[in-house]
Nanobody, 116 residues
Framework: QVQLVESGGGLVQPGGSLRLSCLASGFTFSTYLMSWYRQAPGKERELVARVSNDGGGTYYIDSVKGRFTISRDNAKNTVYLQMNSLKSEDTAVYYC?????????WGQGTQVTVSS
């Protein structure tokens, strides 16, 4: 069955870094658009970053540009989110998403807390 398993979340001080990973299985990973979303308490889930199926194209929301980097390794069925210069407003549950036309899959989420 389809699985997206996120890891790498945790507690980090402002200005610190974390690297999230999402291991996919149960579908043809290399044909899917991969994204990271986040949801902060009391807020709607929002798209953070997206990478094309071959890794050649990326998109970021303005608030993370220059700080976050999304990448993928199709040989390992894994997508990453490198997060640098973290701010308190980055605190949220981060979700991995795989999308292709009518197929849309989600991971269970990993908590990222930025606090001193």
């Amino acid at each position: 069955q389809v699985q997206l398993v996120e890891s790498g979340g945790g507690l980090v001080q402002p200005g610190g870094s974390l690297r999230l990973s999402c291991l996919a299985s149960g579908f043809t990973f290399s044909t899917y658009l991969m994204s990271w979303y986040r949801q902060a308490p009391g807020k709607e889930r929002e798209l953070v970053a997206r990478v094309s199926n071959d890794g050649g194209g990326t998109y970021y929301i303005d608030s993370v540009k220059g700080r976050f980097t999304i990448s993928r390794d199709n040989a390992k069925n894994t997508v990453y989110l490198q997060m640098n210069s973290l701010k308190s407003e980055d605190t949220a549950v981060y979700y991995c998403n795989a999308n292709r036309v009518l197929n849309d899959y989600w991971g269970q989420g990993t908590q990222v807390t930025v606090s001193s």
